[in-house]
C-alpha cells in the first residue's frame, strides 16, 4: 500500500500519534462501532468524562434494562451511575484488550473519571479512584484525576498504588510541570512498594481548543492587525511548549532511571481537539500536533473529518519552540496574559463537569423514577 493510498489516519498512526476516540455509549458497545473503529480507523484508545455519559444516558433505551434492574435492587442515584459508567468502561476495556497487549501496554486504554464534584478533595479523590479501579477490574483502564491542585498529590498517591492514571484539565505549562513531577514522585513510591512499572500508564491530557475559545474573543475585541495575527495561535503555541517540557523531562536522570526499571513515559495526551470557531480547519487541533509519543484523543466528527481529508505534513512540534514562545511573547504585548485566561479556564473546566454530572445524575434520577412505575 502506498504513501497516497492509506488513510490519513493511518498516515498519522505512522508518524506516532496514538488515535483514540473522545467518545463511549452502550450504543456504541453493542452495535460494534468500537470495534470497528478499533479495526478500520485506527482508534487504540478511548476517553470518557461527565459530559460524555449525560450525553449517553440522555439517548435512546439502551440503558433502560440497566435501570430497571438497579431501580428494583433498590440502588440510590449515585450508586447507580457508578455501575452504568464502570459496566461501560469495563466492556471499552474488554474491545481495546487486544490492543493492550500488543502494545505493551501502552495503548488499548479506557479511560474513567473520578466524581469531579471531588476535584478540590485529595482524599475523595484517592478514594474515589481506588474504588473505580477496583469496580472495573482491568488492567487496562485509566482513572481520570484532574489537575487541580488538590489533584496533584492524589495523582501521586494512586500512581503509588499500581493504579493507572490519565490526568486531566491541563491548561498552563505551570501545572504541566506539575503534573510530570506527581507522575515521577507516584512512579517512584509504586516501585519502592513493589509494583511492576511496566503496567502503570498515564497520560497527561493538555486541553487545546478552549485555550483559543478563550483567546480569540479577547484579540477581536482589541480590533487590530496585530491581534487578528494571533487569531488560532496561542492554543497550538501552548500545546507544542507543554510537549518542550515533557521531551526536558525524559531526557533527565531522573525518568531514565524509571525506564531503567520498565516504565512507560507519561504521554503527552492532546485533548479538545474538535474545533470550536468554524472559520478554522476542522482539523487544525491534529495535523498542527503532529510528534512521535503523543494521543491525540478525538471527539468522532473530528475522527472522521481527519480520516476523509486530514494532512499528515510530517512532524509539526519539534522545533517549533522558539516560534511558540514568540507567540506568548506577542500575546502578552497586546495585554493578553496566557496565565491568566489558562488558570480561568481550569475554573471553568471543573465546573462544566460537575455541570454535567448532575445533569447524569438527574437524567439516571428520571430513568429510575420511570421504570419504577
Known amino acids: ?3 497516497a493510498t492509506t488513510n490519513p489516519l493511518d498516515r498519522l498512526s505512522r508518524a506516532g500519534v496514538a488515535v483514540w476516540l473522545d467518545d463511549l455509549s452502550r450504543e456504541r458497545l453493542r452495535t460494534g462501532n468500537l470495534a470497528g473503529l478499533v479495526a478500520d480507523l485506527h482508534v487504540v484508545g478511548v476517553t470518557t468524562n461527565p459530559s460524555i455519559f449525560a450525553s449517553a444516558l440522555a439517548k435512546g433505551d439502551a440503558y433502560d434494562a440497566q435501570l430497571g434492574e438497579l431501580a428494583s435492587a433498590g440502588a ?10 464502570t459496566d461501560d468502561v469495563r466492556e471499552a476495556a474488554d474491545v481495546l484488550r487486544p490492543v493492550y497487549d500488543a502494545t505493551d501496554c501502552v495503548d488499548g486504554r479506557v479511560s474513567i473519571e473520578v466524581d469531579p464534584r471531588l476535584a478540590h478533595d485529595t482524599r475523595g479523590t484517592i478514594d474515589s479512584a481506588k474504588a473505580l479501579w477496583a469496580a472495573v477490574d482491568r488492567p487496562n483502564v485509566f482513572i481520570k484525576i484532574p489537575a487541580t491542585l488538590e489533584g496533584l498529590p492524589a495523582i501521586t498517591a494512586v ?7 490519565n490526568v486531566t484539565l491541563i491548561f498552563s505549562l505551570e501545572r504541566y510541570a ?22 502503570i500508564g498515564s497520560v497527561a491530557s493538555f486541553f487545546v481548543s478552549r485555550v483559543d475559545a478563550a483567546i480569540d474573543p479577547r ?31 525524559v531526557a533527565g536522570d531522573r525518568w531514565q532511571g524509571l525506564a531503567e526499571r520498565g516504565a512507560h513515559p507519561q504521554r503527552p495526551l492532546w485533548a479538545s481537539t474538535g474545533v470550536k470557531d468554524p472559520a478554522y480547519p476542522d482539523t487544525l487541533y491534529v495535523s ?7 494521543v491525540n484523543t478525538m471527539p468522532e466528527a473530528t475522527l472522521l473529518a481527519f480520516a476523509d481529508h486530514g494532512e499528515v505534513a510530517g512532524d ?10 514568540q507567540v506568548v511573547s506577542d500575546l502578552a504585548a497586546l495585554g493578553v496574559d496566557l496565565d491568566e485566561v489558562t488558570a480561568q479556564l481550569e475554573v471553568e473546566g471543573v465546573q462544566k463537569f460537575v455541570a454535567s454530572w448532575d445533569q447524569l445524575l438527574a437524567t439516571v434520577s428520571t430513568g429510575l423514577g420511570q421504570v419504577a412505575r
Open 159 to 165: 500512581l503509588a498504588e499500581g493504579i493507572s492514571v
Open 1 to 3: 500500500m502506498t504513501e
Open 316 to 325: 509539526t512540534v519539534s522545533g517549533s519552540q522558539q516560534a511558540s514562545a
Open 76 to 85: 440510590d442515584i449515585d450508586a447507580a451511575v457508578f455501575a452504568i459508567t
Open 178 to 199: 506539575a503534573v510530570l513531577d506527581a507522575f515521577l514522585e507516584g512512579l517512584e513510591r509504586a516501585h519502592d512498594n513493589g509494583y511492576d512499572l511496566r503496567t
Open 288 to 294: 498542527e500536533l503532529v510528534v512521535a509519543g503523543v
Open 219 to 249: 484579540l477581536d475585541a482589541l480590533g487590530t492587525p496585530e491581534a487578528a495575527a494571533l487569531r488560532g495561535k496561542a492554543a497550538i503555541a501552548n500545546a507544542r511548549l507543554a510537549f518542550g517540557l515533557y521531551e526536558e523531562v
